[in-house]
């Protein structure tokens, strides 16, 4: 069982940044996939970006590649979402996810134009 939580959300204005964080604990995070998603209001929730286990490689939706850079501390049991040049379409509540699996409670990124 893995648990994760998220934090870093909050407001911000059009074209600042915000890094989230997703710890885990229950289980090092380290030999899984991990990934963000988000849900706007009234939309289905959608992928963001994921990072590979062992070989970190990544991967972004088009909309996001360029501003967002995902990362992973492992010694931390820690996943990061760097998001620059934020855009009021970024506005969601941003989920991180686990093995295609466990998922956190979310944390609400607001851009106000």
């Known amino acids: 069982q893995v648990q994760l939580v998220e934090s870093g959300g909050g407001l911000v204005q059009a074209g600042g940044s915000l890094t989230l964080a997703c710890a885990g604990s229950?289980?090092?995070?380290?030999?899984?996939?991990m990934a963000w998603f988000r849900q706007a209001p009234g939309k289905e929730r959608e992928f963001v970006a994921a990072?590979?286990?062992?070989?970190?490689?990544?991967y972004y939706r088009d909309s996001v590649k360029g501003r967002f850079t995902i990362s992973r501390d492992n010694a931390k049991n820690t996943v990061y979402l760097q998001m620059n040049s934020l855009k009021p379409e970024d506005t969601a509540v941003y989920y991180c996810?686990?093995?295609?699996?466990?998922w956190g409670q979310g944390t609400q990124v607001t851009v106000s134009s």
């Open positions: 990072i590979s286990s062992t070989t970190s490689i990544t």
């Open positions: 996810n686990a093995h295609r699996y466990y």
């Open positions: 229950g289980r090092a995070i380290s030999n899984y996939a």
